[in-house]
């Protein structure tokens, strides 16, 4: 059960049965109008707002939720994630973080975001979450976040890197760069870039990603599939490729 109070020129308050604020809906949160002439609950539960403006609907069975500056969520956001119940946004300015929370028209007072410092007003490009970490491609490098939510940087000055990803049953990630994939193996608990791979035959990487038999699958701007092989049976580590479809077929990572 839940009330909503409207205001004169601070919006709407929607209050739990113990009168606690679970949101408050105002200018900053999507509206173009603070004072509220009047407010209605249909039989649906979807809550109507009437102002001076004109009317605006928020509907209880898609909870939508607005956030800018003012929620502490800076620059254009490029990329997100749920990992650990939390909500991650990658944006042009850091990488930036929240509890998420569902509710009845509630957001349990955590519209705020929180950010990590070390990748503050860097660009972070691409997030992918795994079962105990959420690995993250921004502007220099690579980092990942562990499942109680420390960051780590795990390889520097390496260029933009657009994806990044475990493979499965092994220490290895990739990580796709502009002049190619990098290759980075963890042992003694220390992150080592083994080498950098240049894939001939590939145009732009759009997606790529490990099975669980730890076979990786990339495809690319023209939709061709590829499955690339880790090669490590004695001397350096290599890449090798195999096409296995023509243009016409794409992947679906779910």
Known sequence: KQFVLSTSHNGVLILSKSFTVDNHLTIKKGLNDNKINDIHIDSRNNLWLATSHGIYLVEASIPIAYYNESSNLYGMPLN???FENQLFVATSKGLF???LQRGFYSTRNTNSF??????FSKRVISLHADLDNIYVGYSDGIAKVDYEGNLEIIQNNIGPVSHVIEVKNTNYILAVLQRGIALIDKSNNKWDLKNLFQLQ????????????????WAK???????KININSSGGP???DYTLYSTPSIAINSD
């Not at 590939?202 to 038999?213: E, P, W």
């Not at 690319?220 to 590829?226: G, I, K, R, V, W």
């Open 80 to 82: 997100s994630a749920i």
């Open 97 to 99: 973080y929240k509890p």
């Open 114 to 119: 929180f950010n990590y410092e070390a990748l």
């Open 201 to 216: 035959n590939f145009k732009t990487i759009t997606q790529i990603l490990s099975d669980y038999k730890g076979n990786v």
């Open 220 to 226: 690319d701007a023209s939709n061709q599939l590829f």
């Open 237 to 239: 580590i290599k890449l």
